[in-house]
């Protein structure tokens, strides 16, 4: 067997035997140094295998997409239509690992934008009720926010998710449009029902918008190894940059809106370099200034961008051709863009960048910093980086690193090889500085994609050919797949509603077929099929047959009243349908409800005729819903009590 295929042999079984390891949890110590215990771990849950369909056939589109794009010779619309296909099939991925976790694909990714402890800034921007004031006096706000998150970030996510509620605002068709299905979807939580339409579709919003985002990574990926790479290497980048586990198995948290802004930063800070365009280094500033106003991690990428510098300067030796003031004054220009958004941060609101980093980064020390082991971390930090990078692509990285050290002795050092050289002393610097202890999986995911530059490098120099390309490829989804169905990446920690049991073979003593109307557009038909009434002297069991042709959009209350013939309550009950478990919202279409209720009777009821009535009202507003015939109630039955 030549060296080659002995190369390729052993890469395709350690990940055979990791995606074992994964799978059956043979060593639980991948998934942290202490797993089980108080110390932080990558929570193991083995998803039911009839649910495994999903996330696998969405891998195998994904390669066949990549396979039928690396054999292909051709350009121009074939490489739209691929890259298309692979962003199609990121999506499919990544939406098929959620429904592998819960088939209630929608409400999973609700539930996660909502938890505090999977995300946590949309629920914070909503509860600001005048964003001026906060943006004033931000790092005071800081640590009195609910999230942990919002907590040791800058304002950005926090003011562009209450933006999007701004911009619903203006929208109501359209949030009227989009709220229902988000209703439903938390049907009984009455923090996101008491609110307006807009509330409901920025959530919406929040909740697809990092899928789509880490999906379109893959262009600017595309377009970065352009510049750097051959084509083939440039494909062969795209298609590492869909399989990255870390891309895929973290929806939709707000890293993945952050792993194509890196990219994008490093495509224009490349072209500055080339091209020594005044314009290019402040838009490449400014590009850094927005990355940091959403995170204050960015901040350390400016390491990696000035040693980038450095080695290209050296190598052209551009002291010589544009002078030394000319390289300070494009540099002061990509400062200048750095600080852009912070400037003006700092003039409208006059609040110093430096309190709100300070603050940022003392709370990120007292929440997680603090509570873990550096010793531990230092070592489990690349294994993590290991499992969500990829085993073939870290492998192939490390290769480039190896041969951009040996090119460095020779004055033919490419792009590619000052990438590989500064983004090996920027994950040294990261691991070593103790900044981030545990979960690089996702907190290092805005920088993995280059990786996959360098990785694709190595591959497609040393192993031509698109065969060994889908071999790589194939080998990634399997880790991703196997990662998706094992492990627990995100969890969404918040009260779900669960359907309560009905009877199903149960029956109305009589019918009555009336039905209420929900007030608003696409408005939910409640109708009340028919009752069962029983009583004695001392209860009135009352079951009602409700069904309805959508979830309501608002969670009714059931009241059940018995009243004299001069209209005076006696008795009455009211709650949520069901014992107070399922409000109207969580209804699905025709689905039979069975709601009782006992009325308890007073000892001293004295005879005569008595009225027995139900209909529904909006306990927000007080406000009763009408029938067809324009009633707000309907009268079951008179009742004589002896």
């Known amino acids: 067997m030549r060296r080659k295929q002995w190369w390729l042999f052993a890469l395709t079984l350690g990940t055979i035997i990791l995606v074992g390891i994964i799978l059956t949890d043979a060593l639980p110590y991948f998934r942290g140094p202490a797993p089980e215990t108080s110390a932080w771990y990558w929570p193991y849950q083995l998803r039911p295998l009839q649910r495994w369909w999903a996330p696998i056939g969405a891998a195998w589109l994904m390669l066949l997409a990549a396979g039928w794009w690396l054999r292909t010779q051709r350009g121009g619309w074939v490489t739209v239509t691929a890259v298309l296909l692979l962003i199609i099939t990121s999506l499919l991925l990544q939406l098929g690992l959620v429904y592998a976790h819960k088939p209630a694909v929608f409400p999973e990714l609700i539930d996660r934008t909502l938890s505090h402890l999977a995300s946590g800034f949309f629920q914070t921007a909503v509860e600001i009720d005048d964003i001026r004031a906060v943006l004033r006096s931000y790092p005071a706000a800081m640590p009195g926010f609910t999230s942990e998150h919002a907590r040791t970030h800058p304002p950005g996510l926090v003011l562009t998710n209450w933006l999007t509620i701004q911009l619903f605002d203006r929208l109501p068709g359209l949030s009227a449009l989009i709220a229902p299905s988000v209703w439903a979807a938390r049907c009984t939580d009455l923090w996101l029902l008491n609110r307006p339409a807009s509330v409901a579709a920025a959530l919406a919003t929040w909740a697809l918008l990092p899928i789509l985002m880490a999906a379109l990574t893959i262009w600017p990926a595309y377009l970065l190894a352009r510049q750097l790479l051959s084509i083939s290497a440039a494909k062969v980048t795209a298609v590492?940059?869909?399989?990255?586990?870390?891309?895929?198995?973290?929806?939709?948290?707000?890293?993945?809106?952050?792993?194509?802004?890196?990219?994008?930063?490093?495509?224009?800070?490349?072209?500055?370099?080339?091209?020594?365009?005044?314009?290019?280094?402040?838009?490449?500033?400014?590009?850094?200034?927005?990355?940091?106003?959403?995170?204050?991690?960015?901040?350390?990428?400016?390491?990696?961008?000035?040693?980038?510098?450095?080695?290209?300067?050296?190598?052209?030796?551009?002291?010589?051709?544009?002078?030394?003031?000319?390289?300070?004054?494009?540099?002061?220009?990509?400062?200048?863009?750095?600080?852009?958004?912070?400037?003006?941060?700092?003039?409208?609101?006059?609040?110093?960048?430096?309190?709100?980093?300070?603050?940022?980064?003392?709370?990120?020390?007292?929440?997680?910093?603090?509570?873990?082991?550096?010793?531990?971390?230092?070592?489990?930090?690349?294994?993590?980086?290991?499992?969500?990078?990829?085993?073939?692509?870290?492998?192939?990285?490390?290769?480039?690193?190896?041969?951009?050290?040996?090119?460095?002795?020779?004055?033919h050092l490419t792009p590619i090889n000052k990438l590989a050289l500064t983004l090996f002393a920027f994950v040294l610097f990261l691991n070593l500085s103790g900044s981030a202890r545990g979960e690089v999986g996702r907190i290092w995911l805005f920088f993995m994609p280059l990786l996959a530059l360098v990785a694709a490098d190595f591959w497609d120099h040393k192993f031509p050919g698109w065969k060994t390309a889908v071999l790589l490829i194939a080998l990634q989804l399997s880790l991703t797949v196997s990662l998706g169905l094992a492990w627990q990446p995100v969890r969404a920690v918040i009260v779900i509603a669960a359907e309560p049991t009905m009877p199903t073979s149960q029956s109305p003593d009589s019918r009555l077929n009336v039905a209420f109307i929900e007030p608003g557009l696409r408005p939910a038909t409640i109708t009340l099929q028919g009752t069962t009434i029983a009583f004695d002297k001392a209860a009135l069991d009352v079951t009602l047959f409700w069904q309805s042709n959508r979830p309501a959009k608002r969670p009714f209350t059931v009241f059940v009243q018995l009243l004299d013939k001069h209209g005076q309550i006696i008795t009455q009950q009211d709650n949520w349908p069901v014992n107070g478990q399922w409000p109207p919202t969580c209804w699905t279409p025709n689905q039979p409800v069975i709601d009782t209720y006992q009325l308890s009777l007073p000892p001293d009821l004295p005879p005569g005729p008595f009225t027995l009535i139900t209909g529904l009202y909006d306990a927000h507003t007080n406000t009763r819903l009408a029938t067809t015939t324009g009633s707000d109630f309907i009268q079951l039955q008179s009742i004589q009590f002896p």
């Open 240 to 411: 590492l940059t869909a399989t990255l586990p870390s891309l895929l198995l973290f929806a939709p948290k707000s890293v993945q809106l952050f792993a194509p802004g890196t990219i994008l930063i490093l495509w224009a800070f490349h072209l500055a370099l080339v091209k020594w365009s005044k314009r290019w280094f402040l838009f490449a500033g400014f590009l850094f200034s927005l990355a940091t106003f959403f995170s204050l991690g960015y901040f350390a990428f400016a390491l990696l961008l000035w040693a980038y510098a450095l080695l290209m300067i050296w190598q052209q030796k551009s002291w010589q051709t544009i002078g030394w003031s000319h390289i300070i004054g494009h540099g002061a220009l990509f400062g200048l863009g750095g600080l852009s958004i912070w400037l003006g941060y700092w003039l409208v609101w006059a609040v110093p960048p430096w309190q709100i980093w300070q603050t940022g980064l003392s709370q990120h020390y007292e929440l997680v910093t603090s509570h873990r082991r550096y010793d531990w971390w230092l070592i489990w930090n690349l294994v993590d980086l290991m499992v969500y990078a990829g085993l073939p692509l870290l492998i192939g990285y490390l290769a480039g690193v190896v041969d951009a050290f040996k090119n460095g002795r020779s004055p």
